[in-house]
């Protein structure tokens, strides 16, 4: 009935909301993956466009990278933006 990506956001999601966090606050992480999202396509889609399939395939390798670089980037601001509850 449900798709694996449907499945894969549906268990973070319920863990948030057995902690507290309401569902219309899980909108701010949505919002902010679609906005992710569409800066790499736009990084992307002069690649994609190309009939090349030599082109695509390095589109689709330089996407991967940037979806990379993007979580990491996400875990060390929130890491920055928490550390003084952390601290001792």
Same mark, same amino acid.
């Given at each position: 009935?449900?798709?694996?990506?449907?499945?894969?956001?549906?268990?973070?999601?319920?863990?948030?909301? =057995? #902690?507290?966090?309401? +569902?219309?606050?899980?909108?701010?992480?949505?919002?902010? $993956?679609?906005?992710?999202?569409? %800066?790499?396509?736009?990084?992307?889609?002069?690649?994609?466009?190309?009939?090349?399939?030599?082109? =695509? #395939?390095?589109?689709? +390798?330089?996407?991967?990278?940037?979806?990379?670089?993007? $979580?990491?980037?996400?875990?060390? %601001?929130?890491?920055?933006?928490?550390?003084?509850?952390?601290?001792?």
């Amino acid at each position: 009935m449900y798709d694996d990506d449907a499945v894969e956001i549906a268990k973070p999601a319920c863990a948030f909301l =057995r #902690a507290g966090i309401d +569902a219309r606050h899980l909108r701010t992480f949505r919002t902010s $993956a679609e906005r992710e999202a569409s %800066l790499y396509e736009q990084i992307i889609t002069p690649r994609v466009r190309h009939r090349n399939p030599e082109s =695509r #395939a390095q589109a689709l +390798a330089q996407l991967r990278q940037l979806d990379s670089l993007g $979580a990491k980037l996400r875990t060390a %601001l929130t890491k920055q933006a928490l550390a003084p509850h952390f601290k001792a």
